[in-house]
T-cell receptor, first 110, second 116 residues
Framework: EDQVTQSPEALRLQEGESSSLNCSYT??????LFWYRQDPGKGPEFLFT?????EEKEKERLKATLTKKESFLHITAPKPEDSATYLC???????????WGLGTSLAVNP | DTEVTQTPKHLVMGMTNKKSLKCEQH?????MYWYKQKAKKPPELMFV???????INESVPSRFSPECPNSSLLNLHLHALQPEDSALYLC???????????????FGPGTRLTVL
């Protein structure tokens, strides 16, 4: 069964304290992995698309990496404005839907 | 410009009302989506339009009626909703839906719907 699992569920960091969020997936024939950021009461904001193992993408303090089983979202020297829920999603193996993880709620304290 | 707009931002309606949610994108995308999101849950797919034709209906109750008047606009007509339909309704668009390569979806800010 296609599945996406994100860990941890919640993460609290001090400003400047780097860390990583994990998204592990089981899906037949990966056709992409998407990272989003979502602020409370707002729509998800697209961050990255990764298509193949070994691929890496960066944007400001965020770096996303992909292996054959999981993706990491590395946050370097986070700031309070990085506080949000981070969601990952992968296309299902046998239909045209995205399978979403439950997200990691990140809080960065000043 | 990667903007998807949605109106209204907030909507409160009674169970006998009829209302509509509107979504617009000007990115030339040919796929548009409606999602429903409850608190602390990921978005849940409701409908997909591809090239202005309904491609997916995720067994959504008929009190939700989607409409795609043209490639830039997407509506969701609401009638006789239940309190459990209260949620954040999200519109999204992507370059294509049927391509072999999956394209990222861009989301609007959402409409917060409350059904009394």
């Amino acid at each position: 069964e296609d599945q996406v699992t994100q860990s941890p569920e919640a993460l609290r960091l001090q400003e400047g304290e780097s860390s990583s969020l994990n998204c592990s997936y089981t899906v037949s024939g990966l056709r992409g992995l998407f990272w989003y950021r979502q602020d409370p009461g707002k729509g998800p904001e697209f961050l990255f698309t990764l298509y193949s193992a070994g691929e890496e993408k960066e944007k400001e303090r965020l770096k996303a990496t992909l292996t054959k089983k999981e993706s990491f979202l590395h946050i370097t020297a986070p700031k309070p404005e990085d506080s949000a829920t981070y969601l990952c999603a992968v296309p299902a193996g046998n239909n045209r839907k995205l399978i979403w993880g439950l997200g990691t709620s990140l809080a960065v304290n000043p | 410009d990667t903007e998807v707009t949605q109106t209204p931002k907030h909507l409160v309606m009674g169970m006998t009302n009829k209302k509509s949610l509107k979504c617009e994108q000007h990115m030339g995308h040919r796929a548009m989506y409606w999602y429903k999101q409850k608190a602390k849950k990921p978005p849940e797919l409701m409908f997909v339009y591809s090239y202005e034709k309904l491609s997916i209906n995720e067994s959504v109750p008929s009190r939700f009626s989607p409409e795609c008047p043209n490639s830039s606009l997407l509506n969701l007509h609401l009638h006789a909703l239940q309190p459990e339909d209260s949620a954040l309704y999200l519109c999204a668009s992507s370059q294509d839906f049927l391509a072999s390569v999956w394209n990222e979806q861009f989301f609007g800010p959402g409409t917060r719907l409350t059904v009394l």
